[in-house]
């Protein structure tokens, strides 16, 4: 089944800012005209209802967007680099698993046109335009681009139908749904024949709603048997379940209470379903003779089951309406409310400051755009390691290091740029 599937995604780096000045005749002193580097780009999931499945996604597994290109002389900025846009179908949920032991679900994404930036491309570094003060006329300093974000989400499909036809293996439900609608499932007399979910619309009257035929059960799915997961994971999202019990079988009311029993395992919230128990095969001798018997049975448990022939078709008309009238009562039950959602605005939060920590007779300053700014920048310069220090005044404050407790003689470190105190 091709629903469930993990792939890495990065982002692009941002493109490094320009440390430069013009050149121009007759301008002998020329100030300074690094552009910015431009952005990086992101790598964006998308639902398409065209897409229905995740098999693409494990053919390629590893989505790398463009990086955004370097700052130009001129204040030219650098070009942005493309986003990656990946397509999904809608039902899937996308969790980040880049730290296995701290899963983070992201977002479960049902309806066409919704987007998640999956992973954020890197800002652009600055030029040296940006560092131009009263002070200093001609900055030598410019910044390097953001780097990548990296991560490994799961990418996990859940059907979105209005009813979900359950029951064990060989119960009849491709046949049921074949019945129902103009699906094709495939279709024999053997356990297991449908290996991954299988939908089809019922058209009743002016109405009309997505049947889907789930792959069977066995004993233990809740725990991953058969197909287990593949079977109780797709049945989350739907609205109604017609619940299909082969009539020719040895213990009808006992299947129908396995099945249960394997919904309440996996999630207790499934057994809050509301469910349309059928009996299928009244087409053989065998379920005929019984009906009256398998009648008495049900009764036991409160249930007035539906008898149908899935083969022949005979009853399935009045199962549609059953359905279709069922569903008309939830929605009734759960209207969607039309009331204008409040808007809710978030300050954005407020930077960080500088973290000094101290190694033996060294303090270490980690601050990004400081950490960017001495990257991007030629240390080895004198002139340039003066600006650096004038930087690092302003953002960091001798008296922010002193009380992290700054002694003479003490190391100072940002990224390669050391100084001593």
Not at 225 to 233: D, S, V
Request: with cysteine.
């Amino acid at each position: 089944m091709f629903d469930r599937v993990k792939i890495s995604v990065k982002s692009g780096k941002g493109g490094d800012g320009l440390a430069s000045f013009r050149h121009e005749k007759f301008v002998p002193f020329g100030g300074p005209d690094g552009g910015d580097g431009g952005k990086g780009g992101d790598v964006i999931l998308l639902v398409d209802i065209n897409e229905d499945t995740l098999k693409k996604y494990y053919l390629k597994k590893e989505y790398v967007a463009e990086n955004g290109k370097p700052g130009q002389h001129r204040k030219k900025h650098g070009k942005s680099g493309k986003n990656l846009v990946l397509r999904i179908p809608p039902g899937t949920v996308v969790t980040d698993i880049t730290d296995p032991d701290n899963p983070q679900i992201l977002a479960d994404m049902d309806t066409e046109g919704d987007t998640l930036v999956a992973a954020k491309g890197g800002k652009g570094g600055l030029g040296n335009t940006h560092f131009t003060s009263s002070t200093n006329q001609a900055p030598r300093l410019a910044s390097v681009g953001e780097g990548a974000e990296e991560k490994i989400l799961k990418l996990e499909l859940k059907l979105i139908a209005d009813v979900g036809i359950i029951g064990l293996p060989n119960a009849g439900k491709s046949s049921l749904l074949s019945a129902c609608s103009g699906a094709k499932p495939k279709i024999a007399g053997y356990p297991f024949t449908t290996l991954e979910p299988e939908l089809g619309t019922v058209v009743k009257g002016k109405s009309a709603f997505v049947m889907a035929d789930i792959p069977g059960l066995i004993e233990g799915a809740a725990d991953g048997k058969g197909l287990g997961y593949e079977f109780l994971r797709h049945i989350i999202r739907t609205r109604l379940l017609v619940h299909l019990i082969d009539g020719s079988a040895p213990k009808p009311l006992e299947d129908f209470k396995l099945v249960n029993q394997e919904l309440k395992r996996y999630d207790t919230e499934l057994l809050y379903k509301q469910q349309i128990v059928v009996i299928n095969k009244i087409d053989k001798s065998e379920t005929q003779a019984r009906i009256g018997e398998i009648i008495r049975e049900f009764a036991t448990e409160g249930i007035n089951p539906l008898f149908i022939s899935a083969l022949t078709g005979e009853g399935v008309d009045g199962l549609v309406d059953r359905v279709d009238r069922q569903l008309t009562r939830i929605a009734a039950e759960s209207p969607v409310s039309t009331s204008d959602e409040k808007k809710v605005f978030k300050p954005e939060p407020r930077k960080q400051a500088p973290l000094i920590k101290r190694e033996n007779d060294k303090l270490l300053v980690i601050e990004p755009e400081l950490e960017r700014l001495v990257a991007g920048s030629d240390i080895g310069n004198a002139e340039v390691r003066r600006q650096l220090w004038k930087m690092v005044e302003r953002k960091v404050g001798v008296k922010t290091l002193e009380k992290a407790g700054a002694m003479p003689g003490d190391l100072i470190c940002i990224g390669d740029f050391e100084w001593r105190w």
